[in-house]
């Protein structure tokens, strides 16, 4: 079905969304009526776009969808400065907004990159708002100020690794960071440590796909004999040529104790053209997934979609190609204000995803990064969010919402906090295997807090005692044998 003119495809009554002021979770309200009929949802998430939505591009408005949709075309003519930018859409887009995003680039930790498809999605007629906008394109006016306990490897990935570029956190499972670059790049990345190229704001550790360094790599899988998964990501690996990817994965089936891995790419959410026109890379990867089950063992891809207007009909099609090739795709999304932080767009985007054989994953709190304090929500939000989703499709389909720990304490589920006060927006996370006996924080965005409660973090003793007084009740709290 084609939707024109609607960017949603979500168009299900929309509630308040996620409550920030709290009050969800106290007993207050009356009971809910036992009698009341079960919620009815509609059927939106099937509405997939396949009209030409590019054509409202200026640059692209005479591109035949033969022409559009070639990966070629796609990644030689991602857009990296304002200047590109202004060219592309032309009339489309205003000073004013140019200068916002202008002022907003020069601040960012990550580097300005988004595909034509990315570009060609955004609703150019209110691209303040728009959730595909809010995540590629900085907007100095929407800055906010970092929170003050930040840091920028936030989850210590650089203090777990071993050898450069791999992470040994889980005792069973490594991520292997195999290259530095992305076809796009997202402004809330949490490895902007490494990530993309070096901006105005930060130098980088840079990992190169270099052979020494993925050699040391895999002589430490091979030394190591508790791993049996291993996640390779990056940067993203859309950006390995084939051979690469053949050599990566049978160099993994490769080890006894390797029993599975997966592919980490944003790829299909940003540039699904490449699924459909890049036969060579799309059969190194099926036949590595392949050569994994004549062994026995399991190779997934696990993507990154975070909205419904990521997912077309051309999304469809690029997915049907691993599904055909009896590829398992999962999703991992990161929960962000004003992107997928409402009830109704969390619902659609999980139905999407399984309506186009996507197995929803993980639900990630946004990392404590740094310059997209206005991308993170409390964790209120994502436990609101998780109550209102659970219950709209398959159990099995059901994403689990993460939160990853400051400082490397690894994922926790988010209801499974020890302490959580919501007035100052401190939560605390025990972690028994990962980090058996100490405690770690998550901090809500200051200005969803109380304007007295602002006041208490801009004071560095306060701070810290609103700290201590959590991290006291988290211990008081521990009720284990
Ligand atoms: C997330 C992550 C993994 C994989 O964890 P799963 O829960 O199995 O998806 C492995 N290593 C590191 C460092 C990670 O952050
Ligand atoms: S594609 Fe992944 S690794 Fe690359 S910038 Fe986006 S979130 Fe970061």
Redesign the pocket.
């Known amino acids: 079905m084609t939707i024109h003119g609607s960017q949603q495809g979500c168009a299900e009554l929309s509630d308040a969304g996620a409550s920030s002021d709290g009050s969800v979770g106290r007993c207050t309200e009356p009971a809910e009526d036992l009698t009341m009929a079960p919620a009815r949802l509609d059927n939106t998430h099937r509405d997939l776009r396949d009209d030409e939505f590019w054509r409202a591009i200026p640059a692209y408005a005479d591109l035949t969808a033969a022409e559009f949709h070639d990966h070629r075309f796609q990644s030689r003519n991602c857009v990296t400065s304002i200047r590109k930018l202004r060219e592309v859409l032309g009339p489309r887009v205003s000073d004013a907004f140019c200068k916002d995003a202008e002022a907003g680039t020069m601040h960012s930790t990550?580097s300005l990159r988004i595909s034509p498809y990315i570009l060609s999605l955004i609703d150019w007629d209110a691209p303040e708002t728009d959730p595909l906008r809010t995540q590629f394109l900085p907007l100095a006016s929407r800055l906010r100020p970092d929170h003050p306990e930040l840091a920028l490897d936030s989850l210590n990935e650089q203090g777990d690794s071993p050898v450069e570029g791999l992470t040994h956190r889980y005792h069973d499972r490594a991520l292997f960071l195999a290259l530095d670059t992305?076809p796009?790049?997202?402004r809330f990345?949490?490895?902007s440590y490494s990530?993309?190229l070096d901006t105005e704001d930060v130098e980088k550790v840079h990992f190169g796909a270099s052979s020494d360094r993925w050699e040391r790599i895999f002589d430490y899988i091979r030394a190591h004999e508790e791993l049996e998964d291993i996640v390779v990501?990056?940067?993203?690996m859309y950006n390995l040529r084939a051979e690469q990817i053949t050599y990566l994965g049978n160099t993994l089936l490769d080890i006894d104790h390797i029993r599975r891995f997966r592919f980490a790419t944003?790829g299909p959410a940003v540039m699904p053209q490449k699924l459909l026109t890049d036969d060579d890379w799309l059969s190194a990867l099926t036949g590595v997934v392949e050569e994994g089950r004549r062994r026995h063992k399991l190779v997934a891809v696990h993507t990154?979609f975070n909205h419904p207007n990521e997912i077309t009909q051309v999304t469809h099609q690029a997915l049907n190609r691993l599904v055909e090739a009896g590829v398992t795709v999962r999703n991992q999304s990161v929960l962000q204000r004003g992107v997928n932080d409402d009830v109704q767009v969390m619902r659609c985007l999980v139905r999407r995803l399984g309506y186009v054989s996507v197995q929803p994953y993980y639900v990630f709190v946004h990392d404590m990064v740094r310059g997209v304090e206005e991308l993170r929500t409390s964790l209120q939000t994502a436990i609101h969010l998780e109550k209102q989703v659970r219950g709209a499709t398959a159990g099995y389909h059901m994403p689990t919402f993460i939160l990853d720990t400051m400082g490397g304490g690894g994922k926790r589920h988010v209801h499974g906090h020890e302490h959580y006060d919501r007035t100052t927006g401190v939560a605390v996370f025990d972690s028994p295997v990962v980090r058996p006996g100490q405690q770690f924080l998550y901090l809500d965005p200051i200005d969803e807090l109380s304007p007295e409660v602002q006041q208490r973090w801009a004071d560095a003793d306060a701070r810290r005692q609103m700290i201590d007084d959590a991290l006291a009740s988290a211990r008081g709290s521990d009720r284990s044998p």
């Open positions: 990550m992305c796009v790049y997202c990345c949490t490895r990530v993309g990501s990056g940067g993203d944003k990154h």
